[in-house]
């Protein structure tokens, strides 16, 4: 089976700058997160969606970062304006709780705000 | 709030030795516990789920333990290979869902 799409896989912007980040999770997964990792640190969970509705998003800058799932399949992570701390690794993961706990991860896409 | 430490230090073993990477939390009792393996520019990829009722779980060359006592989690790889060089992440469930909460991660080096 395909696994979880990202894009683009890097980007390159100048602070205050915005940016869009692009997932498609693994078919029929209906759980699907967003994550940040900076260097030197384990993924930090920013977003979880259900379908398309939020679980979780307490940890999401709300000023600056949105998320949306529309339809319950590919998600859009949004950041505007960003800021110099932004820069990291945001991964998107996909999971099917009803057969499993674990996730699958997608490459990432490496965020450098300059 | 939950806290997990993993060993701060790269660990570096030689190729046949046995690895062993601990995980330790505070403030909370999860009711499973994951490892992932990174490797760089990549995503981590889950290797191994333990529950809080499992003393041991075993995959292939890998064994995970759980000790709820302690609070603490060793994963281990035996006969350890130079593949087997990435950067481990520990992960425990949280309140909210089926999100993660991750350590730093190890560094692991296997050197032939």
């Known amino acids: 089976e395909a696994g979880v799409a990202q894009s683009p896989r890097y980007k390159i912007i100048e602070k205050r700058q915005s940016v869009a980040f692009w997932c498609n999770p693994i078919?029929?997964?209906?759980?699907l997160y967003w994550y940040q990792q900076i260097l030197g640190q384990g993924p930090k969970l920013l977003i979880q969606?259900?379908?398309?509705?939020?679980?979780?998003d307490s940890q999401l800058p709300k000023d600056r970062f949105s998320a949306e799932r529309l339809k319950g399949v590919d998600s859009t992570l949004k950041i505007q304006p960003a800021k110099l701390e932004d820069s990291a690794v945001y991964l998107c993961?996909?999971?099917?709780?009803?057969?499993?706990?674990?996730?699958?991860f997608g490459p990432g896409t490496r965020l450098t705000v300059t | 709030s939950q806290k997990i430490e993993q060993n701060s230090e790269a660990l570096n073993i030689q190729e046949g030795k046995t690895a062993t990477l601990t995980c330790n939390y505070t403030?909370?009792?999860?009711?499973?516990l994951q490892w992932y393996r990174q490797d760089p520019g990549r995503g981590p990829v889950f290797l191994l789920l333990?529950?809080?009722?499992?003393k041991e779980k075993r995959k292939e060359r890998l064994k995970v333990t759980f000790d709820t006592t302690l609070k603490q989690s060793l994963f281990h790889i035996t006969a350890s290979q130079p593949a087997d060089s990435a950067t481990y992440l520990c992960?425990?469930?949280?309140?909210?869902?089926?999100?993660?909460?991750f350590g730093k991660g190890t560094s692991l080096l296997v050197t032939p």
């Open positions: 993961a996909s999971s099917n709780p009803g057969q499993s706990y674990e996730q699958y």
């Open positions: 078919s029929g997964h209906a759980t």
């Open positions: 969606f259900q379908n398309n509705g939020v679980v979780d």
């Open positions: 403030n909370y009792s999860p009711a499973y």
């Open positions: 333990i529950r809080e009722n499992e």
């Open positions: 992960a425990l469930d949280t309140n909210s869902g089926y999100a993660l909460n």
